[in-house]
């Protein structure tokens, strides 16, 4: 099983800043297959990212992922307040299918 | 999309069955999962189930206790659960597999809203 664990665990920025967010594999995931999810409270996650840097359609371009192999990062280049919530990234590239335990971006 | 039901509250040792009904797509070309989440934890991804019916994953966690099913027919998935944990406390999300990816279970896009299962006595 491949083990994600996403760094850091709070992030606490002001709007307008960037935000970078890391996620890290325990072995290289397969064809890049990583995935990263937001979720605000009380609502379920939303696909942001698949494939590694590929956006959900309608997705702003603010958001960026990155990465391969073992480490992938989600770049937030200037945080709007709705962009205050919690991350995860998934790996799809081997079964089981792994979540990473989640970055929230706290407002400063 | 998604419309998930069937949680509630259940003493352990008990069952429950969820449903999913889908809409907007075509759902028997989906493989579909559950995905859980415990009161202020992560995501664990539970049970998969593919397009046609034949493949399913378990969790170590559910695997013998839970059982995915689908009725293409009825654009429903199910969670059949029984001999249900307090552990088994969770919002248990359904969710369609992304697109592509003829080799993954998949990434999930979209997600239902979620239906809370609480075991407890």
């Known amino acids: 099983e491949i083990v994600l664990t996403q760094s850091p665990g709070n992030l606490s920025l002001p709007p307008g800043e960037r935000a970078t967010l890391s996620c890290r594999a325990s072995?290289?995931?397969?064809?890049?297959?990583l995935a990263w999810y937001q979720q605000k409270p009380g609502q379920a996650p939303r696909l942001l990212i698949n494939?590694?840097?590929y956006r959900a359609n309608g997705l702003p371009d603010r958001f960026s992922g990155s990465g391969s192999g073992t480490d992938f990062t989600l770049t937030i280049s200037r945080l709007e307040p709705e962009d205050f919530a919690v991350y995860y990234c998934?790996?799809?590239?081997?079964?089981?299918?792994?979540f990473g335990g989640g970055t929230k971006v706290e407002i400063k | 999309q998604l419309l998930e039901s069937g949680g509630g509250l259940v003493q352990p040792g008990g069952s429950l069955r969820l449903s999913c009904v889908a809409s907007?797509?075509?759902?028997?070309?989906?493989?579909m999962s559950w995905v859980r989440q415990a009161p202020g934890e992560g995501l664990e991804w539970v049970s998969g189930?593919?397009?046609?019916?034949?493949?399913?994953y378990y969790a170590d966690s559910v695997k013998g206790r839970f059982t995915i099913s689908r009725d293409n027919s009825k654009n429903t998935l199910y969670l059949q659960m029984n001999s249900l944990r307090v552990e088994d406390t969770a919002i248990y999300y359904c969710?369609?597999?992304?697109?592509?990816?003829?080799?993954?279970?998949?990434?999930?896009?979209?997600w239902g809203q979620g239906t809370l299962v609480t075991v407890s006595s």
């Open positions: 907007g797509f075509s759902f028997s070309d989906y493989t």
């Open positions: 998934q790996q799809y590239g081997s079964s089981p299918l792994t």
């Open positions: 072995q290289s995931v397969n064809n890049n297959y």
């Open positions: 969710a369609k597999k992304g697109v592509g990816m003829a080799d993954s279970w998949g990434y999930f896009d979209p």
């Open positions: 189930i593919g397009g046609g019916g034949p493949a399913t």
């Open positions: 494939g590694a840097s």
